[in-house]
């Protein structure tokens, strides 16, 4: 089956048609989106921003990752259950759409990194206060802010494309 037939037989499911159909559903539902991307980007900023050395040098990198991340992860996942809907929603709008599919991409390789890449910080303690990240973690905060910015470019075009 081809993701455009699967589209087709999604957007007639009853499910489908109930979330178009009842008004109320697709704006909260995009809210609460809204809302879960604006802490994971507050809150990758913030980290990441504490990696390349700008933000919250006087604290310790880990203590700045404790901080954040919970809230990343909690934010991730109501981005996925949220994202599904919209997507069983309006399938054609999303299933055949590159750039949705870049953003899925950009989004599972930058959780992945901070909430993977930066576990050995956690464990180890090893940029204390005061005391600025190695090089290579500068120059992935950047990257990763750069990545998370694209993120929220795709998001949007998504609507336009």
């Not at 055949?96 to 576990?119: D, H």
Request: proline share 4%; net charge positive; hydrophobic share 55%.
């Amino acid at each position: 089956m081809s993701i455009s037939a699967f589209g087709e037989w999604l957007y007639a499911t009853s499910v489908s048609t109930e979330l178009r159909e009842v008004t109320w559903i697709i704006p909260n539902i995009q809210t609460f989106h809204i809302l879960a991307i604006a802490v994971v980007i507050g809150s990758a900023l913030v980290t990441e921003l504490r990696f390349a050395g700008v933000l919250a040098t006087d604290r310790p990198a880990a203590d700045v990752l404790r901080r954040y991340l919970p809230w990343m992860k909690v934010a991730l996942i109501v981005l996925l259950l949220t994202g599904l809907i919209l997507v069983v929603a309006e399938p054609a709008r999303t299933l055949g759409n590159t750039i949705f599919w870049t953003k899925m991409a950009l989004v599972a390789g930058a959780s992945l990194v901070t909430l993977k890449a930066r576990k050995s910080i956690l464990q180890n303690d090893s940029v204390t206060e005061g005391e600025n990240p190695p090089e290579a973690s500068k120059a992935l905060g950047w990257l990763m802010i750069l990545i998370w910015c694209a993120i929220i470019f795709c998001g949007r075009f998504i609507a336009y494309t």
